[in-house]
């Protein structure tokens, strides 16, 4: 039923989903370009390489995992980073398959230059949100971004309800009250 629901309240570009992010995303875009400025590595070149430094000597296979940047796309931009001097690239010791990418000291400097102007340009996107909303947001982006869903956390202000592997106590006639108590089988 609640699917139906979605289904049917999404009509219009300006309630779909994929269209907002879409949105939101080339807003995103466009405060790093102007924070960053002309000549800078782009917003995405600066992702890799944030991984990069974090898994110095990763394949580039754990960067696809880690950027969510698809294969061929990462390996064009790690070839013209390569052809930049960002980067450097060689045969993994622990895979003779995969290659192994690490910074350079320009592409240090460039992750240094433009980290950030990164940071001011979230804040820009994330001043467009009530203070109060802006952690909710994160987490609820992050959630998207991994394709993983969140545990549902115990509620704690309800007793638990009586099921398989517990016993539920019949209301005491005698007692005050309508209070049914259950506890947990021993």
Known sequence: MAKDKAAKRIVTVEASVGHLLHR????????YAEEAGAGAITQRQHAVLAAVAAREGAAQADLVAATGVDRSTLADMVARMLDKGLLARERSNLDARANAVRLTDAGRLA???????????????????PKGKRDAFLEAVAILASGVAPTKKAKTDKPPKAGKGEKKKKKDKKAKGDVIVAEAAA
């Open 111 to 129: 992750l240094e230059e433009t980290g950030p102007k990164a940071g001011a340009a979230d804040g820009r996107l994330l001043a467009l949100l």
């Open 24 to 31: 939101a995303a080339q807003r995103a875009m466009d405060f």
